[in-house]
């Protein structure tokens, strides 16, 4: 338990500082074209909602803050409002406003708190926090869109373009099989999407490079690595992970085929959802008890050659039995 406490932790600081890194170069050599303002609001956002809704909880349940006043236990306890903030704001393109950004994080933050659900005993958040923030803007407000695929790397020449989404897939690999143990999830996620586009393009009229084209898009990458493979709401069974990638990549093929926008976030969303009526409903369906046998007597072990004072009362209790039966 502690170990995975611990690989969860270490998992947290890398996936924090990777996306802390990216959206720093992405601000100043990548061509993000977000203001600076986007971020910075992000974070302060993030952050005031992470902490108002632990004091909140806290009280409400009667329990002690999830932080320490040590400065160490206070950053990590920061460390996922910090990832949801950064991923909102680098993933989001709201134009020039940014009460949508505010809107997102908030979200994002809030459905770890209301969306939860108990299994095997333990509360949990079952959706992922900023792809439950950016979906629920997207229906929100009809023109806010997803930052453009081709700002990632904008100001990259040929070599870029190739060593930056190696470095991503090298680092978030690393990630993966290290720390999060995701790379079943991550497999069969990368399977089905291959999957679902050839029955796409053999059954449908999607041309077969449309429909894989996905999968070399920078933008693909960040979702594969950095958000379905979130250890917090995904599976950590083996089995689980592979059924929980394999949805993802199926409702992605169902909702594009009926012409549903913005398809990862939405098919995130979606098994996100089905995950936790399912995890609520067997928390509450009846258990059986384990059946026990009753013990049996035990056996007297008996001997080979018997004592000659256990056969002589053994020959006068059948010598007894046969008188008052009167045989």
Not at 91 to 101: A, M
Not at 239 to 245: A, E, I, T
Not at 274 to 288: Q, T
Not at 296 to 312: F, G, H, M, T
Request: charged fraction near 15%; hydrophobic fraction near 50%.
């Amino acid at each position: 338990m502690r170990q995975n406490v611990d690989l969860r932790l270490g998992a947290l600081r890398r996936f924090a500082l990777a996306i802390t890194v990216f959206n720093i170069l992405g601000h100043t050599v990548l061509g993000f074209e977000q203001a600076w303002a986007v971020p910075f609001l992000a974070l302060a956002v993030g952050y005031s909602t992470e902490l108002l809704l632990e004091l909140i909880d806290a009280r409400a349940h009667g329990r002690k803050l999830r932080f320490e006043r040590r400065l160490g236990s206070f950053v990590d306890f920061m460390l996922p409002a910090h990832i949801s903030a950064l991923a909102v704001s680098m993933l989001l393109y709201p134009n020039q406003r940014l009460g949508p950004v505010a809107f997102a994080t908030v979200a994002a933050i809030g459905s770890k708190y209301f969306f939860r659900v108990t299994s095997q005993g333990r509360s949990r958040h079952f959706f992922n926090p900023s792809n439950f923030g950016i979906s629920l803007t997207l229906l929100t407000f009809h023109w806010v869109a997803i930052a453009p695929p081709y700002m990632f790397t904008e100001n990259l020449r040929l070599e870029g373009d190739w060593l930056l989404p190696l470095l991503i897939v090298c680092t978030g690999s690393f990630l993966n099989i290290r720390f999060t143990k995701r790379w079943p999830l991550i497999s069969a996620w990368l399977i089905a999407f291959a999957i679902q586009a050839v029955v796409r393009s053999t059954f449908g009229s999607t041309p077969m490079f449309s429909a894989l084209s996905p999968m070399t898009g920078l933008a693909f990458l960040l979702f594969t690595f950095y958000m379905v493979s979130d250890p917090s709401t995904t599976p950590s069974s083996k089995r689980g992970q592979v059924l929980f990638g394999a949805s993802v990549a199926t409702a992605y093929g169902l909702l594009l085929a009926n012409h549903v926008v913005y398809t990862l976030f939405f098919a995130l969303s979606t098994v996100c959802v089905l995950r936790g009526v399912s995890l609520y409903i067997a928390e509450r369906l009846p258990r059986r008890a384990p059946v026990t046998a009753e013990p049996l007597p035990a056996a007297v072990p008996l001997s080979r050659e018997a004592p000659a004072s256990v056969l002589a009362r053994e020959g006068l209790e059948s010598v007894r039995t046969s008188a008052a039966s009167g045989g």
